[in-house]
């Protein structure tokens, strides 16, 4: 759960663990980043398919837990897939220490401020 976000981010539950494996097998179809599927695409496939409602947000947390246990799950500007080559981790992998390099710097400049 995240700080002053607990309302958006809860730990998954077992309902959620069961979405887990269905997103897993499901993006196995999605080989190579020229075959991503948008996140928007895959909670909509939920809500059409299926009784089951997530949010991009539960889906993303969802994602983590999923790479969190090894699946190599990749991201793009056009959404989520399995890698068809090593190019393709290397460049999520590239992406995601951005993110965590920019948060890095959003927290120096707010710690000037305690």
């Known amino acids: 759960m995240i700080r002053n976000f607990d309302d958006y981010t809860p730990n998954l539950n077992d309902e959620d663990l069961k979405v887990a494996g269905i997103v897993k097998?499901?993006?196995?179809?999605?080989?190579g980043k020229d075959r991503a599927i948008p996140g928007s695409k895959i909670c909509a496939g939920f809500r059409i398919n299926s009784s089951i409602k997530i949010s991009s947000v539960k889906l993303?947390?969802?994602?983590?837990?999923l790479r969190n246990?090894?699946?190599?799950?990749?991201?793009?500007?056009?959404?989520?897939?399995?890698?068809?080559?090593?190019k393709e981790i290397k460049d999520t992998c590239i992406s995601i220490q951005q993110r965590v390099d920019s948060q890095l710097q959003v927290i120096h400049e707010l710690s000037k401020h305690i």
């Open 25 to 31: 097998v499901g993006l196995q179809k999605y080989i």
């Open 60 to 65: 993303r947390k969802i994602i983590n837990y």
């Open 69 to 86: 246990q090894g699946e190599p799950i990749c991201s793009s500007s056009k959404g989520y897939f399995y890698p068809s080559n090593s």
